[in-house]
Every structure is written in structure tokens, then in C-alpha cells.
């Protein structure tokens, strides 16, 4: 920005004047909602209001007591105050860990809720129709074609409604990664996951709801009420 072609050796002012010793690649020091701004880092010992420390991951409670020590006996004056970097750089993202916890507890929640849905509609379904189970075994269905019957009725409602919300779920989070500088593309494949996820717990919850109404006697199917 400033337009040096080789700024090595070159005076810069900021809080002073200091010499270019070197040019370090762009690095993110905000959170990834903004883009990479100019930085320069400078050092002047006598004018500092933090330190940066890299310090070992073993027995991490001795040596903050090491450095405050060290602090109060150069500084008395001033509270010997410290944060972790990796704790700063997650401060920047509270509202997206807040969100990302609320979005998970609503998503199992509604899971949950769209089982109980499925489980209930099943029953019903099947108390429904025993009798015409019973006619399909005596006229030869196997338990199998009364299972891929079942299956396929409930998993072309699925596949509906997962038509449906796929287009709302696509702008929503468009929307949401506008927010971001740096962001993620969405992929097909993330939409495919997670349709194939809940077809695959539709399939188990009718096979093992379905399967016993399947294999009973269609004598017993037919008797029923």
C-alpha cells in the first residue's frame, strides 16, 4: 500500500521512526470477519504496553506464578494481568459458538421431535393396514416387498420435503457467510450427507417397526380388527 518496491532498510514512522528489517507474509490478527488489514510490528523498548510470551505447555499454573512474580518486581505499579492467544482468538467468535451451540441443541431437538413423528406415523400406518399385509402374503408378497412398499412410501415423503427445505437452507446460510471476509463454499456433497443420514434413519425406523407386521401369519393379519 505504501508502494516500496524493496522497503529493506527503508525509515518508517510509526510512534517513531524505526528501520524495515524484513516483510513477513499477510496473516489474519483480526477475526475472519474482516479482511487482512496493514500491519507492522515494531519494537521499542521502553515503550511496551503487553508482552507476548510463548511458554511451555507443561505445568502451566508454576510458570504463570514465575511470571507474575517477575512482573510485580519490575512493575509494582501495575496489576499483573494475562490472557491466553488462543483465548482472544476464540473471543472473536462468541457469537458464532453461541449460535453454532443453539443451531446443534434446535437440530437434535427437532431430530428427535421428527422421529417420535416418523415412529408414531408408522404405527398407525401399520395398524391400518394389516389386513391388506395379510392379503399381500397370501397372494404371494414375500416380507421383503412389504418392507420395500413401506420404505418406499415413507422415504418419497422424505425426499419431498428434503427437496423443499433444500433451497431455504441454501439461502439462509448464504446469507450468514456474507458476514465472513474469509468463508467456506457449500457443496453438494454436504446437502447429499446429511439427505442420505435421514433416509438411512427413516429406512431402519420402518424396517424395524414394519418387519414383525410382515412376518405374521397372514391368517392372523386377516382376523384382525
Not at 476464540?90 to 437434535?108: G, N
Request: glycine content about 6%; aromatic content about 16%.
Amino acid at each position: 500500500m505504501i508502494g516500496w518496491d524493496d522497503p529493506i532498510g527503508k525509515q518508517f514512522d510509526i510512534v517513531g521512526k524505526g528501520k524495515v528489517v524484513g516483510v513477513i507474509k499477510d496473516f489474519n490478527f483480526k477475526s475472519l470477519h474482516n479482511e487482512i488489514k496493514p500491519a507492522a510490528l515494531t519494537f521499542y523498548p521502553k515503550l511496551f504496553d503487553n508482552l507476548l510470551l510463548k511458554i511451555s505447555a507443561e505445568n502451566i499454573p508454576n510458570t504463570l506464578d514465575f511470571l507474575k512474580r517477575k512482573w510485580e518486581s519490575f512493575f509494582p505499579q501495575y496489576p499483573f494481568e494475562y490472557s491466553f492467544l488462543s483465548d482472544d482468538f476464540q473471543k472473536m467468535y462468541k457469537k458464532e459458538t453461541a449460535t453454532f451451540m443453539i443451531i446443534t441443541y434446535v437440530s437434535l431437538m427437532a431430530l428427535f421431535i421428527a422421529c417420535m413423528g416418523l415412529f408414531g406415523l408408522v404405527l398407525f400406518s401399520i395398524d391400518q393396514r394389516v389386513k391388506e399385509i395379510g392379503i399381500r402374503k397370501v397372494t404371494g408378497a414375500s416380507s421383503g416387498i412389504i418392507l420395500l412398499l413401506f420404505n418406499m412410501e415413507f422415504n418419497k415423503r422424505i425426499l419431498i420435503s428434503f427437496i423443499i427445505s433444500c433451497p431455504i437452507i441454501v439461502y439462509v446460510m448464504q446469507r450468514w457467510l456474507e458476514n465472513f471476509a474469509f468463508r467456506i463454499d457449500l457443496h453438494w456433497w454436504m446437502f447429499a450427507f446429511s439427505g442420505l443420514l435421514t433416509l438411512g434413519l427413516s429406512i431402519v425406523i420402518v424396517t424395524l417397526l414394519t418387519f414383525y407386521t410382515s412376518t405374521r401369519n397372514p391368517a392372523e393379519c386377516l382376523r384382525s380388527k
